[in-house]
């Protein structure tokens, strides 16, 4: 990896220390930009159906999360993730079947990941959260996500990757498969084909790059009002498209548009739930600015 001249000290030497281990991340040269360990996002979902007490209710909602994540490499072959999330969630009622109220939402994800060998490497990760809204008398709820997963490298350009994600929550346990592949077909274009979140990559430079794909929605959410319990379910997602535009140095600025409400592949309490690409058909936009890891072979 090759730290960018804008990226501060202690990132760097993190970066130099990564450099140095066993860890092959990417081998070939590619314009994508690699995820981000540091972010601000603010989404609007104009339309939301959400269920309290079993009661349908129309709302719009916005949102605004922070998240970090810093990798710690504890030997050669492995490290120790560690991050915080936070957000701030709020529903406006459209009809007289629901209050307006807002939710904070706080998480702390923790995650290993282990190069097994030049191919293989496996990840696995648990990531506690908590929820509160200021509805009367409600109090912190909380909820647990975590996962397993492998990829493995076939050759430079195609890779492969597995494992499964588990939601549990106060309302329903969700299983969801992650299975897949990515390729880089050429430097310019990718194809992620991987389980629940497929999508499509062009990047014309090292600087700018475009996503349509799915990813997860901030629109299905249960409300216990009897038991003042509210929590995110993972079983809903976006489809959209992204242009990720680099500011200057590692910081990056994103905008995405699309539709929310699409389901995905998932094993909910003993029950297959099948891909609904019908859903609610809910737009939304984000915009997101993130600091984002340069890495070269």
Request: without cysteine.
């Amino acid at each position: 990896m090759t730290p960018n001249t804008g990226t501060p000290a202690p990132a760097e030497n993190i970066i130099e220390r990564f450099a140095q281990s066993d860890f092959v991340f990417q081998r070939i040269t590619t314009n994508v930009p690699l995820p981000p360990l540091v972010y601000i996002t603010v989404n609007d979902y104009r339309e939301l159906q959400l269920d309290i007490d079993n009661q349908a209710s129309q709302y719009s909602h916005r949102s605004l999360s922070q998240a970090a994540v810093l990798p710690f490499l504890v030997s050669p072959r492995d490290a120790l993730v560690v991050g915080e999330w936070a957000a701030k969630h709020r529903f406006t009622a459209h009809d007289n079947s629901g209050h307006s109220f807002s939710v904070t939402s706080l998480g702390l994800p923790i995650g290993w990941v282990r190069q097994i060998n030049y191919d293989w490497q496996l990840a696995s990760f648990v990531f506690p959260t908590a929820y509160k809204a200021d509805l009367p008398e409600s109090d912190w709820s909380e909820e647990w996500m975590g996962g397993v997963f492998g990829r493995y490298v076939q050759h430079e350009t195609l890779w492969w990757g597995f494992g499964l994600f588990i939601d549990i929550n106060p309302g329903t346990n969700l299983y969801l498969p992650y299975l897949g592949f990515s390729w880089a077909y050429t430097k310019e274009w990718t194809i992620s084909a991987v389980m629940p979140w497929p999508a499509v990559l062009y990047s014309p430079s090292e600087n700018t790059s475009f996503r349509l794909g799915m990813s997860p929605s901030g629109t299905s959410w249960f409300i216990d009002q009897k038991e003042s319990e509210i929590y995110y379910e993972w079983d809903g997602w976006n489809l959209g498209l992204t242009l990720m535009q680099r500011l200057q140095g590692n910081f990056w600025l994103e905008l995405e548009a699309g539709v929310s409400g699409l389901r995905s592949l998932s094993f909910t309490d003993g029950e297959w739930q099948g891909s609904d690409i019908k859903g609610n058909d809910t737009p939304y936009v984000g915009l997101q600015l993130s600091w984002r890891p340069d890495e070269s072979p």
